[in-house]
């Protein structure tokens, strides 16, 4: 979507899509719009409440089944297990995804990581495919003004055409564009504390044969998941960078993350994307 600066301000229900790498504020600027007029639509937390709740707890259920006490408290129905997914707490989602590695610190086999990681896929896709109803929903159940769709750090790598040019029809496309000081910055992060990420099949197959190369690794089984994260981390992320600034040249607008660190208010925010606009 394509709007000048006097179509923005006279457009009545605002919708936003931000894009961009988990850490460049996606959420924290949702979370303060949402206390105002703006729905927070969170496409992590309707892909881990909607479409992988069921694999999600198929995976806790088996790992508690392998504790003798809690095996004979599910087979008799004595207990249950539930997800306390919320906007703050996504771990359950990220657990699902886990990384790739050695079984022992935690990692998956390939096939199974593979498997996973096209789940989360399709998910993506499908929550991503909810943002037009949702859009509804804020204004006609809940009296929402405006609308932000809180996209997740994997988007861009969707590779779908059609779920894009949705997407573009219902909202304005705003790319979250880290400067090299923060790149620097989020690059640190995931070395510290390395998450589980989405990664695209052929990206994957192509980094993890550099890596066991490089690492004098035989067996996947013998990568220390940690590590190939932290490793993967920087290709993934330089990767990722055309093909944001793609959709944002063809479907929306780019802004820094300098530029968003100063939004206080919706008012800032409303002052950026004008500017954004009027670039």
Known sequence: MHLTVEQFRHWQHKSITLLGMSGVGKTRLSAMLRQGSWFHYSVDYRIGSRYLDEPILDNI?????QVPFLRDLLRTDSIYIANNLSFDNLTPVSSFLSKLGNPEQGGLPLPEFK???????????????????????AQQIYGYNNFINDAGGS????????????????????????TREDEKELIRRAAIAPKPLYYREDFLDEQLMEYMQQQNIEYVAQIDPDDF?????????????????????????????TELAKVQTEQDFMALIEKALGK
């Open 229 to 257: 994260v932290r490793w993967v981390f920087p290709h993934l992320f330089y990767s990722r960078i055309p093909r944001y600034e793609a959709i944002a040249k063809e479907y929306g607008y780019t802004i820094t993350t």
């Open 61 to 65: 259920k088996q790992q508690a089944m």
């Open 115 to 137: 498997r996973r990681q096209a789940l989360h896929h399709k998910a993506e896709i499908q929550a991503m495919r909810d943002v037009p109803s949702f859009i509804d929903k």
């Open 155 to 178: 988007v861009c790598e969707l590779d779908d055409d059609k779920t894009l040019k949705l997407l573009s029809e219902h909202t304005l496309f705003l790319y979250i564009q880290a």
